[in-house]
């Protein structure tokens, strides 16, 4: 069972910075993948990018892509996701998620574990 708590969401102005962090709980955390989502208002849960546990495998949507970074510190038991450059369109509610099992890492499906989100709104 794996527990998870985002944090550092907020309020900024386009072109500002934010690091969003999900601490989780579980001693296996570093066999994990890891992936952020979001859900802009009126709208479905969005992947934004995704870390596969082995290989250091990372993939970013295309609107995010230049401008988020995730990193993980295993010692730390959390996951950072840094968000520059941002636009109004970045404005949702962030979710880190937890798969234990490699699949479609874009697919919300594969993961098992959810944090209770994290608001981020840009302000134009």
């Known amino acids: 069972q794996v527990q998870l708590v985002e944090s550092g969401g907020g309020l900024v102005q386009a072109g500002g910075s934010l690091r969003l962090s999900c601490a989780a709980s579980?001693?296996?955390?570093?066999?994990?993948?890891m992936a952020w989502f979001r859900r802009a208002p009126g709208k479905e849960r969005e992947f934004v990018v995704s870390d596969r546990w082995i290989g250091g495998n990372t993939y970013y949507a295309a609107s995010v892509k230049g401008r988020f970074t995730i990193s993980r510190d295993n010692a730390k038991n959390t996951v950072y996701l840094q968000m520059n450059s941002l636009k109004p369109e970045d404005t949702g509610v962030y979710y880190c998620?937890?798969?234990?099992?490699?699949?479609?890492?874009?697919?919300?499906?594969?993961?098992?574990?959810w944090g209770q989100g994290t608001q981020v709104t840009v302000s134009s």
């Open positions: 579980g001693r296996t955390f570093s066999s994990y993948h």
């Open positions: 998620a937890a798969a234990p099992r490699y699949s479609d890492l874009q697919s919300p499906s594969t993961y098992n574990y």
